[in-house]
Each structure stands twice: as C-alpha cells, then as structure tokens.
C-alpha cells in the first residue's frame, strides 16, 4: 500500500498563476483533508471532505477550491496564486470511527508563489 | 484564547532525560486527543491518542485532565531520535475536524 501520495513534491509559481494539487490514498478512507503549513502558525485546514461528491470549508478556505469526483482522490485547485499561499500543503485521510480515527497525512507539497 | 496551546520550546535535553510536554485547549465540547510527532521536513504521524484515564505506550506518557482542560505528554528515557516536533491535536465532539496546536520542538543531544 503506498498510503497518502501527492502529486506534486514541489513548485514554483508566479502570482496569477494556477495550479492543481493532487491527493491519492488507497486505504479506502472516507474523509480526506488539505491542510497547509506555515512556520509560526501550525497546521490549519483549508477544505475537507465526509466522501464521494462532497467538500466544505475549513479554517483558511478562501483563494482555494477542491473537488473529490472520486473517493480516492481530492485534489486543492489555486485559481491566481497569490505569494501569501507560498507554503507547505498536507493531504491527509482517515475513516473516522470511534476506534479508528488516525489521519494518515501524504509526504506534502511546497509551494513557492513569487 | 487559541484553541489549543503549547509552549513552542525549543526544549534541548540529554539523552536519557526525562521531559514533559504541555497542552492547553478551550473548547469544553472537545472529546478526543492526539499526540501527532513531525520529524523535520516531513509529516505529522500520529504517536498517540490520549485517553481520559492516561495511557503509556513504552517510554511515553499521556495524561489528559478534562476538569482544566489540560494535556500532557511524558517522555522517559529520552533517545536521540526522539528529536522531533510534538504536536497536541484535539477534536470536537460533532466534528470532523482536527484542530492542531503549533507544536513543541524537542532536541534530545548527546
């Protein structure tokens, strides 16, 4: 099982740009989440998603969109890339049970916006 | 008031140290807790949930305290690759949502 992968490890953009992050898991997770890092500020949550077909915000939502069309997948769109989202993005993924509620998180993406 | 606090260190210990991590959270409605570990450039991975009665798992120690609203995480023994940040991660009853603190940066040196 390769667990959470992203695609891709690193870019770099210039602002107005966009762009699309990709997330995969093969751990059959129900919830997916994108979350983004900054030094200083810790990990926050832009969007996530309960499964198939849906999404909804997160603490930082605004300049991002996401689309999960399959359980697998949730990919994190950046539709002008502005330099304040230069950062580390996370995937991560779990099912969300009483007993079993881990986030496995994907390797990250760093994203330089110049 | 953020809703989950941690004093950022950086803690700098010896081997073989004992060292406590402490975590603050302010939502009452919070039902489950997590210590996440972060090795530098990489994920978090979880370490370990905490339970309200405490839980060990070898050298580590979690304690929860839902009368203060208080979190903490006990290392014996430290190891040099224990070096990590240690992140106190909460959930809120009726929530699907993980909320992180910034995270404690341990430096075990020999």
């Known amino acids: 099982n390769a667990g959470v992968t992203q695609t891709p490890k690193f870019r770099v953009l210039k602002t107005g740009q966009s762009m699309t992050l990709l997330c995969a898991q093969d751990?059959?997770?129900?919830?997916m989440y994108w979350y983004r890092q900054d030094p200083g500020m810790g990990l926050r949550l832009i969007h996530y998603s309960v499964g198939e077909g849906t999404t909804a915000k997160g603490e930082v939502p605004d300049g991002y969109n996401v689309s999960r069309l399959k359980k697998q997948n949730f990919l994190l769109g950046l539709e002008s890339a502005a330099p304040s989202q230069t950062s580390v993005y996370f995937c991560?993924?779990?099912?969300?049970?009483?007993?079993?509620?881990?986030?496995?998180f994907g390797p990250g993406t760093r994203l330089t916006v110049l | 008031r953020k809703e989950v606090e941690q004093d950022p260190g950086p803690f700098n210990v010896p081997e073989g140290a004992t060292v406590a991590f402490n975590c603050t959270y302010s939502n009452s409605a919070s039902q489950s807790f997590f210590w996440y570990r972060q090795d530098c450039r990489k994920e978090p991975k979880l370490l370990m949930s905490v339970y309200s009665s405490g839980n060990e798992d070898g050298r580590f120690t979690a304690q929860l305290n839902r009368a203060s609203q208080y979190i903490s995480l006990l290392i014996r023994d430290s190891k040099l690759s224990d070096s990590a940040t240690y992140l106190c991660?909460?959930?809120?009853?009726?929530?699907?949502?993980?909320?992180f603190g910034k995270g404690t940066k341990l430096s075990v040196i020999p």
């Open positions: 991560a993924s779990t099912h969300w049970r009483l007993d079993e509620n881990e986030q496995f």
């Open positions: 991660v909460v959930n809120r009853a009726g929530s699907y949502q993980l909320t």
């Open positions: 751990m059959n997770h129900e919830y």
